[in-house]
């Protein structure tokens, strides 16, 4: 991973249970709060979803767009926004509502748990002792993937979820399909069915969030990590989100996006009594 994404922040240099990590791990009692309780320290373990079908269709539309517009002799801009416009028009189709994984979307979740798992046997990163995810089919897949065979319980979160589109891919299911979904694996818990109801599912469809509105619901992952019962936390969600927690929360005005299945670890310290962020290294 390239630490120059971060200028502002110092920064340092068959899936086996993430609760095994080799005895070297490392420790942060270094960081041993001096604010009696002020300041509260985690570990954040962010990874985008893998591959998800519409993802395929995106990158398809996107290509045939630019080669159609180098030969038109189009301008940078103007090849930009035929991308774009192109990008989009695949977006409409229902067939997609909640796309699932592809096949190399599963694979990719595979690969960066064998990755997860080999930098806390190299001692790098304290092994997360739970999870959040959002209630997406792409990241609920990607998180099973992840956690196969571990002993961490993942939290069903919809603050979580990709920027409002009103496009089907990032559309959720019905609750009821969600609830089916999840119910054969009990490391998922969904505490907050409220927000997934009916009639919040049916304000929310009206929604067209900008990316304002996506970086100030991003900034409520101060809330959640607070919740949380654990310090080292897994989070599987979305380019757009994630994108925005990181420029926004984690103050890396220049942190780029986020490839399908790339993990990055943060070891991060928030002041509580103003909400802001006191620390953030980067460890992955």
């Known amino acids: 991973m390239n630490d120059s994404n971060d200028p502002q922040r110092s920064q340092s240099s068959s899936h086996p249970p993430f609760l095994t990590a080799s005895s070297s791990t490392v420790s942060i009692s270094s960081l041993a709060d001096s604010s009696r309780g002020l300041h509260r320290r985690r570990t954040l373990y962010l990874i985008r979803h893998g591959e998800a079908v519409h993802n395929v269709l995106e990158a398809i539309a996107e290509k045939e767009a630019k080669l159609d517009a180098e030969r038109r002799n189009l301008s940078p801009e103007e090849t930009y926004a035929k991308m774009e416009e192109a990008r989009q028009s695949v977006l409409t189709d229902p067939s997609l509502r909640d796309a699932p994984l592809t096949e190399r979307g599963r694979q990719q979740a595979r690969e960066v748990s064998q990755k997860l798992q080999a930098v806390m046997n190299q001692g790098k990163i304290h092994p997360p002792t739970e999870a959040m995810c959002s209630p997406l089919s792409r990241c609920l897949e990607t998180t099973k993937i992840v956690l196969e065979n571990s002993a961490i319980n993942a939290h069903v979160r919809p603050e979580l979820t990709e920027r409002k589109t ?4 990032d559309t959720p299911r019905p609750l009821e ?3 089916r979904l999840t119910r054969d694996d009990d490391r998922f ?6 927000q997934l109801s009916k009639e919040v599912a049916a304000h929310e469809a009206m929604v067209r969030e900008s990316k304002e509105m996506l970086r100030a619901r991003a900034g409520q992952m101060f ?3 607070m919740e949380m019962e654990h310090r080292h936390i897994l989070v599987v969600s979305h380019k757009g989100f994630l994108r925005e927690l990181e420029r926004g929360l984690l103050e890396i005005p220049d942190s780029p996006l986020f490839r399908n299945c790339e993990l990055r670890v943060y070891r991060v310290i928030f002041t509580r009594r103003d ?6 290294e980067r460890l992955v």
């Open 166 to 169: 009103q496009f089907p891919p």
């Open 177 to 179: 399909e969600l609830l």
């Open 189 to 194: 818990i969904i505490t907050h069915i409220d």
């Open 223 to 225: 809330d959640l990590l």
């Open 275 to 280: 909400r802001s962020l006191h620390h953030l």
